[in-house]
Structures are given as structure tokens and as C-alpha cells.
């Protein structure tokens, strides 16, 4: 059976002041027990996760359950409404214990708005998982060239079936109380990739200070097929829907 992962977004975040909508993605991969790790780098001004650069992770049991979660995040204030799912290359296995790594990485990483921020974080760890980037035959989109997460994630392509809109919130969300809470790696070694690595051949840089002043037109996302009237009466599922 395939491995999947998640792209998952908000077009309207972060809402700043004199800029265009840039975006915000989150990301989620599949365990071999079908359970799910799920995350994001909120940034640093969201009073929630671990405090430093709005990470936080959670291990939840189903598919349906990551898209519960990131759909009732609204209440946490972190809205998310659509998502993207991705299937590993066939003949490409997974590598759930790197992206873990690569996440526990992230998580001690500053957080910087027109650099390390959302979508660089979602890339490399996704890029761990699958060694590469291999999705749906293809290889995702570097965000070095696609770097506003809303142009990136228009940029991930997939079949219209896989894009999909969140399910509707619900507020019985575990809240986030503690550090310890919103973190799922806790016994995890950190390991950065090394794309990350100015010393390795594979290096891919980050250059925050050129995409400060980079041009930032408003990117209009495009939206799932079926709409959000049709996909709210078609109801919800028990069984996960992959």
C-alpha cells in the first residue's frame, strides 16, 4: 500500500499589515500503522506550541483524524480550510523516522518570515519522508522558486480528487496547555538535512535578505473542484478516505 502525506493551508495568513496574502501551510505524513504525524511553524508570535517559533506536533491515530485536527485549529487561533494529499513514487519507500528527525530539527530553528518560516519547514520535512521529494511521480516544487507558500502550494500538483476541502471544525480540540503537550518528538534526535548544510554538495540556501525585497504579488489559490456547498452535504466518513 502507498504512503501518504499532506499539504494543508490557509490562504489568508498571515494577515500583516501594507502585505499581500502570503499564506500558510502546515504538513502531515502517514505512519506504517496508519496512525499520523502532524505539525506546523505557526511563527513566533502565536502564544500557543513550543513558545520559541510556534512549532508544535501531535501523533493522531487516523487520516481523518489529522484533518479533524488541523480543520479545529481555527479555535486555536490557526485557521486551515483545504489540503492537498500527496502519494509517495511508487518503488520510493517512505522514511518516517527522517522526517522526524528533520522535524525535531525544525523545531529549534528561528522562525523567520521571508526565510525559515511555514513553507521551508513543511518542504524539508516532507522532503525527508519521501525521500527526496518523490510525489505522485514527480519531484515537489523546491520553495526557492515558488517561495510565497500560496504560490508554492498552488505549484504541488495533484490529481483534483486529492485536493480537498478541510472537514467542518468542531470545538472539542485538545487544547494546547503545555510545551510538553504540543510536542510528539520528545524522544526524537534532531538531524538537519543536508540540503541544510551550507558543507554538503546538495546545499539548498534560504536567502531571507533577497526575498524580503523580492517583488510580492498577491497569489490567488486555486481551489479545490468540488465546492464547499457540495463537499458539506456530501457529510462525513467513518472510514478513512484515501
Known amino acids: 500500500m502507498s504512503a501518504h502525506a499532506i499539504i494543508v493551508l490557509c490562504p489568508t495568513r498571515p494577515d500583516l499589515l501594507g502585505q499581500p496574502l502570503l499564506g500558510h501551510v502546515a504538513w502531515g505524513f502517514q505512519l506504517p500503522n496508519n496512525e499520523w504525524i502532524i505539525g506546523a511553524v505557526e511563527g513566533d508570535g502565536w502564544p500557543r506550541g513550543n513558545r520559541f517559533n510556534g512549532f508544535w506536533s501531535r501523533k493522531v491515530p487516523s487520516f481523518n483524524a489529522a484533518l479533524q485536527h488541523f480543520a479545529n485549529m481555527k ?34 530553528q528561528k522562525y523567520e518570515l521571508f526565510g525559515r518560516n511555514c513553507m521551508n519547514s513543511a518542504y524539508d520535512i516532507l522532503r525527508a519522508f519521501s525521500r527526496g521529494g518523490n510525489f505522485n ?5 523546491s520553495p526557492d522558486t515558488n517561495w510565497i507558500p500560496n504560490g508554492w502550494y498552488n505549484a504541488i500538483a495533484v490529481s483534483n480528487a486529492d485536493h480537498r476541502w478541510l472537514p467542518a471544525s468542531r470545538q472539542t480540540i485538545h487544547h494546547f496547555d503545555t510545551e510538553t503537550e504540543v510536542d ?34 498577491e497569489i490567488s489559490v486555486d481551489l479545490p473542484s468540488l ?12 472510514s478513512d478516505p484515501i
Do not use: C
Open 137 to 141: 511521480s514527480r519531484t515537489m516544487p
Open 227 to 238: 465546492s464547499l456547498e457540495e463537499f458539506e452535504k456530501q457529510g462525513t466518513t467513518e
Open 75 to 108: 479555535y486555536e487561533d490557526a485557521e486551515y480550510n483545504q489540503f492537498k494529499l500527496l502519494t509517495v513514487t511508487h518503488n520510493v519507500f517512505p522514511d518516517p523516522d527522517a522526517a522526524m528527525s528533520v522535524m525535531k530539527w525544525v523545531s529549534g
Open 184 to 217: 510528539a518528538l520528545a524522544d526524537v534526535a534532531e538531524h538537519q538535512p543536508d540540503w541544510r548544510d551550507p558543507s554538503s554538495d546538495n546545499y539548498l540556501p534560504i536567502d531571507a535578505e533577497a526575498t524580503e525585497k523580492a517583488e510580492k504579488p
